[in-house]
Structures are given as C-alpha cells and as structure tokens.
C-alpha cells in the first residue's frame, strides 16, 4: 500500500488504468534511478492526471503567508497534466516526456519531466543527488540561448522539496488573469 494518499483537487481525473508496480519497476529500469516514494506512491494512485482546471504553484521562497502564489511578480508556475504509464503509446506517456523540446540535451541528467503546463513548461522531478525528490520548473521560453547540446540548471526553478509537498501546495488558476 502506497506510503502517501493524494485526494482529487481540482476536478482531477486519471489518464490512465491503475498502474501495476511491475510496470513502475520497469520504468525505473528505463531511467536508471528508483524513483522517490512520495511519487511512486502518486504514480500506483493516479497513474497521471489531468486537472479539469489548471492550477498554480509558488517557486520555493516566493509564497505568501498562506502558500499562496504571488501573481504579480510572475514567481508562479502552472501545471494541466500529470504524465502516467499507459499501456499504448501516447502523448502524456512518462516514459517518452523527455522527448520534447530536445529536453535531454537541454536539462542535466537525473531530473525527469513529470507534467506540463499549457503543453511547453515543465515540472520536472530530481531523481539524483543530494536534491532527490524536488519538485523543479523548466521554462526556457522561446528562442533557446544556449548553444546546442548544452545542458544547464539556468532555466531551472525549485519548487517544492517533495512531490508530496508540491500537491499540497497547489492553488486554482485565477479566473481573473489576463
């Protein structure tokens, strides 16, 4: 039985049928790292989300009192998709989310993109390291400024110590932001 619970927020619902641990012992085989408890937990519960609304999430440091992101200095991320395991191919498969945007070029090896935002920022997770089990952003905007092949922490935000923490964190979007 998974160590955390995730309640539905946000009108969540699964992408995907539940998820057996044989196929979570594959994907960390595939990425070459056992993936932290409190996300392993969230993948047997859920097995990817989509949010029936989008929600928001403070960078680390930036949250008012109450948690809650601080819109005006843009130090706020968002978040529509959790990626799964599916059983076939598809478009919000974890296995294939670091496909995009030359991800594996572009970011440092051990963090893996778990969800994405309005289909191009990421929210990434750290699989190694002294930092396991951190919650990142990836937003490089548009064009890259980096040379090719390179990988950097430049577009690299933290969010949240632990996926646990970055659940509970999260907010409704704003119904009044342009």
């Known amino acids: 039985m998974p160590r955390f619970s995730y309640d539905a ?3 969540a619902s699964p992408l995907f049928p539940p998820l057996a641990e044989e196929e979570l012992l594959r994907f ?3 990425v070459g790292h056992e993936l932290p408890e409190a996300y392993r937990s969230f993948l047997l519960q859920w097995n990817g989300v989509r949010l029936g609304q989008p929600a928001t999430f403070a960078f680390a440091g930036t949250a008012d009192e109450f948690g809650r992101p601080d819109y005006a200095d843009d130090a706020f991320g968002s978040i529509s ?3 799964g395991l599916p059983s076939s191919p598809d478009e919000d498969d974890l296995r294939t989310s670091d496909q995009g945007y030359a991800f594996r070029e572009r970011v440092p090896d ?3 993109p778990i969800g994405e935002a ?4 990421r929210v990434c997770l750290v699989l190694q390291g002294t930092n396991r ?3 990142l952003y990836w937003d ?3 064009p890259w400024e980096e040379g090719p092949n390179t990988q950097t922490y430049k577009y690299l935000k933290k969010v949240a110590d632990s996926f646990y923490d970055f659940w509970q964190a999260l907010w409704p979007f704003p119904q009044d932001w342009p």
């Open 9 to 11: 927020k946000f009108h």
């Open 28 to 30: 960390e085989a595939q």
């Open 81 to 83: 998709i959790f990626y």
């Open 110 to 112: 051990g963090i893996w």
């Open 118 to 121: 309005c289909s191009f920022p």
């Open 133 to 135: 089990g951190e919650v």
């Open 140 to 142: 490089p905007g548009l």
